[in-house]
């Protein structure tokens, strides 16, 4: 299994660490919503504080091979070329591959411990968003960058609209950095990580969300007992169920008599 998809299977949950009678232990707490960075190149990525890294395909749509300093996931997006350039970033210890698009590489999909991440288009059909859910894919990687906060209704409704086509974690790619409140809304409707490019995005500002993240907690869920409308004729039926009963009394109290 790869380590991001190991993370994004932990979202949220507590790891602890240290074994044996006496032992010491450990515990580290994995974020609800992870943060990434992506960047032009492996030495752009160095020293930005984030949980993910991505490097972008090199001007060939290539994936490059430069491994993330000090990092301890980090990946690469391919948008064409071969195989070859794939093998080379995985032997350099990248830990997924993301497609930028239907142009990238079938290598991409090999059933291999390789993390899978996959950018869908906003505008993708209901046949093709099928066909995505049902690919090897990890994670997949949605536009945010036009997300403007405090999030409105509406725009909540957009972005669960789309998350509505899948069953993956879904990563946003974003230009702005949200508060608290519009944290626990993303989190409430099911983004699982948060892309920033690091040509833009402030360190201050990644450190920033980074604390806010660490303060959420994991979304409680429904309670399964709540308010529910009777079906059509659910309540005549019940109705008539007790004058059946009615009925029966007034045998029995005959037949005492």
């Not at 997924?96 to 142009?103: K, N, R």
Request: proline fraction near 3%; aromatic fraction near 6%.
């Amino acid at each position: 299994m790869s380590k991001i998809s190991e993370r994004l299977s932990k979202l949220g949950q507590t790891e602890r660490s240290g074994f044996g009678f006496g032992a010491s232990s450990a515990s580290t707490k994995i974020p609800v919503i992870l943060v990434g960075v992506t960047a032009k190149t492996a030495a752009a990525a160095k020293g930005i504080d984030a949980d993910i890294y991505l490097v972008d395909s090199n001007s060939k749509g290539e994936a490059q091979s430069t491994a993330v300093a000090d990092a301890e996931i980090w990946g690469v997006s391919v948008s064409g070329g071969t195989s070859k350039a794939i093998d080379a970033a995985i032997e350099a210890g990248a830990d997924f591959v993301v497609a930028e698009g239907e142009s990238a590489p079938g290598s991409t999909l090999r059933d291999d411990e390789t993390g899978k991440g996959y950018v869908v288009s906003t505008d993708a059909s209901e046949d093709r968003a099928k066909a995505i859910d049902a690919g090897p894919f990890d994670f997949l990687i949605l536009d945010g960058t036009s997300l403007k906060f405090p999030l409105t209704v509406g725009t909540v409704l957009d972005v669960q609209e789309q998350l509505g086509k899948y069953s993956r974690h879904v990563f946003l790619g974003m230009n702005q950095v949200p508060d608290q409140e519009n944290l626990e809304l993303l989190r409430d409707i099911g983004i699982s990580g948060l892309l920033y490019d690091s040509d833009v995005v402030k360190d201050s500002d990644l450190k920033s969300l980074r604390e806010s993240i660490d303060k959420l907690e994991p979304k409680k869920p429904k309670s399964s007992t709540g308010a529910v409308l009777p079906r059509s004729g659910e309540s005549s039926s019940a109705a008539d169920a007790g004058d059946d009963h009615d009925h029966d009394h007034e045998h029995d109290d005959e037949d005492w008599e």
